[in-house]
């Protein structure tokens, strides 16, 4: 029986019941990427058992995510939880004979093997090669997104590059091709949830490495097992941040999306505007962080429900570290970073403030009701050094909104 | 007679217009009802008040719309249902 839940992020029926319900009767924590390494490996999360899916195996222990059958990429999440589990069991559908030749997880952690039939259906996981959006609103703020970061100077040689997922996001790396080719830029690495689109900008010579902690599709399961620079990085390397480095620290430029970004640039993107668990904390409080330059790309509406607001249901991702907002109506940047702003006016881009922003999308979407909520904690946002940042309280209307699903 | 205006698309909106009963009677589903609820009623009794229209009941199944789409779904449906009547 699940009595907790530790996760990055809650979706569809269990955060809709969690946020109206509380069915676990205790908050469920969040953390970050780089937050939940930094917690198992600080020992404030104790891990009894890890059991660890691997695509291949050897009769030690010795794990990896890019041989056999079932083979998904990267094992960046199970590298931390392997070395600090009390137990480690190692659930896989291909043993090989020891030594393994690629090793993501090595023996001396490892407890037990069980050898299934098949860990999962590699179908459903990846389906070829992850496409660029076609949605003309996405690949509008895609093209100015790459706008402001040319004009930002932050595109320049050996520049570091890393993109959520999300519909513009990784669009942006489409209007950044021609201008790196242009003047023979060529970036040191891109990082995140790796795609097939990444590999294309790494084979094709755009950036000299990636760093992978979790690969999204067969043609970069592909890459990660054949190309010595295309990099396995366990989540701990990628973001903790009490580390002596991670890599979100090295990044140049984040894109980000989000599901609100409020008058402070803070941004939500865990629960929805009527207060259900919805999304995740993913790598995003990191990775702004540790960029130099975080630029957010969201469109400034879906289906009515305004994406640019006057204050966020829950603070994932604080002001502090968001930089620039891109939407198909403008483009603003946080009165924080003056010197962006002066590259952008300098460059004839053409900007307005969060408050004009907010009001453009006002005018069209109305303002919403509040929703209402309990005093009942349903959910604890850590920042990613430990620190609570939000809390997510039970909503009260969720009647109303269950009979209209 | 019933007329009905829209699609079941994302961001439009379904009009079910009857020129009957006792006043404006607006029977909404909408995934947005808790936030804007109030407003997309709002946008159809406006509509039916520019319309001349006093008594109708009106379905009104929203994916998200905006109000400027609302009124001109709601405004098509009424002169439909108008047409209909008149005939």
């Not at chain 1, 990055?8 to 924590?29: D, F, W, Y």
């Not at chain 1, 002596?244 to 989000?258: G, P, R, T």
């Not at chain 1, 002066?342 to 005018?363: F, N, R, Y």
């Given at each position: 029986m699940?009595?907790?839940?530790?996760?990055?992020?809650?979706?569809?029926?269990?955060?809709?019941?969690?946020?109206?319900?509380?069915?676990?009767?205790?908050?469920?924590?969040?953390?970050t990427h780089g937050g939940r390494a930094r917690a198992i490996e600080a020992g404030e999360v104790k891990i009894d058992i890890a059991f660890i899916g691997a695509s291949a195996c050897d009769p030690m222990g010795n794990m990896n995510g890019v041989d056999g059958k079932s083979a998904f990429g990267s094992m960046g999440?199970?590298?931390?939880?392997?070395?600090?589990?009390?137990?480690?069991?190692?659930?896989?559908?291909?043993?090989?004979?020891?030594?393994?030749?690629?090793?993501?997880?090595?023996?001396?952690?490892?407890?037990?093997i069980v050898e299934v039939e098949s860990i999962g259906d590699t179908a459903l996981i990846a389906t070829g090669a992850t496409r660029v959006t076609k949605n003309p609103t996405d690949l509008l703020i895609a093209k100015r997104a790459a706008e402001v970061l040319i004009a930002s100077g932050y595109i320049k040689e050996g520049y570091s590059f890393q993109a959520g997922s999300g519909g513009a996001s990784l669009a942006v790396c489409k209007y950044l091709k021609a201008y790196m080719s242009e003047n023979n830029i060529v970036g040191s690495f891109a990082a995140g949830g790796v795609t097939g689109y990444l590999v294309e900008l790494l084979e094709q010579g755009y950036f000299k490495a990636l760093l992978d902690t979790q690969t999204f599709d067969v043609?970069?399961?592909?890459?990660?097992?054949?190309?010595?620079?295309?990099?396995?990085?366990?989540?701990?390397?990628?973001?903790?941040?009490?580390?002596?480095?991670?890599?979100?620290?090295?990044?140049?430029?984040?894109?980000?999306?989000?599901t609100e970004i409020d008058k402070q640039f803070n941004i939500n993107s865990l629960t929805g505007s009527t207060g259900v668990i919805m999304g995740a904390l993913g790598g995003a409080p990191d990775t702004a962080a540790g960029a130099k330059l975080t630029v957010v790309v969201a469109p400034t509406m879906r289906k009515r429900i305004p994406i640019v607001v006057e204050e966020v249901t829950n603070i994932v991702t604080p002001g502090d570290t968001v930089d620039v907002l891109v939407t198909e109506r403008g483009i603003s940047v946080n009165p924080k970073r003056q010197d962006i702003q002066?590259?952008?006016?300098?460059?004839?881009?053409?900007?307005?403030?969060?408050?004009?922003?907010?009001?453009?999308?006002?005018?069209l979407t109305g303002k919403p009701e509040q929703i209402q909520y309990t005093d009942e904690i349903v959910g604890v946002i850590e920042y990613r050094d430990g620190t609570v940042m939000d809390l997510i309280y039970k909503t009260q209307t969720h009647q109303a909104r269950r009979s209209f699903d | 007679m019933r007329a009905i205006?829209?699609?079941?698309?994302?961001?439009?909106?379904?009009?079910?217009?009857?020129?009957?009963?006792?006043?404006?009677?607006?029977?909404?589903?909408?995934?947005?009802?808790?936030?804007?609820?109030?407003?997309?009623?709002?946008?159809?009794?406006?509509?039916?008040?520019?319309?001349?229209?006093?008594?109708?009941?009106?379905?009104?199944?929203?994916?998200?719309?905006?109000?400027f789409v609302i009124k001109a779904r709601t405004k098509t449906a009424i002169r439909e249902a108008l047409k209909q009547v008149n005939a």
């Open positions: 699940v009595t907790g839940l530790h996760t990055s992020g809650l979706r569809g029926k269990i955060g809709r019941a969690q946020a109206t319900e509380n069915i676990l009767g205790k908050p469920v924590v969040f953390r999440y199970p590298m931390v939880d392997a070395m600090y589990a009390d137990k480690v069991v190692v659930i896989t559908d291909h043993i090989c004979p020891f030594p393994l030749s690629k090793i993501a997880i090595p023996m001396q952690y490892v407890d037990y043609a970069a399961v592909d890459s990660i097992r054949d190309n010595i620079n295309h990099i396995e990085m366990s989540v701990s390397m990628y973001a903790n941040p009490h580390n002596k480095a991670c890599s979100a620290h090295q990044l140049d430029v984040m894109i980000l999306s989000a002066v590259m952008l006016d300098q460059a004839g881009i053409k900007t307005i403030s969060i408050d004009d922003h907010l009001e453009l999308v006002e005018k | 205006c829209g699609t079941e698309d994302a961001s439009d909106v379904t009009v079910s217009v009857l020129l009957e009963g006792n006043g404006i009677v607006v029977n909404l589903k909408s995934k947005n009802k808790p936030l804007f609820g109030r407003l997309i009623e709002a946008a159809v009794k406006e509509s039916c008040l520019e319309m001349n229209v006093e008594n109708a009941t009106i379905d009104v199944n929203d994916f998200g719309a905006l109000d």
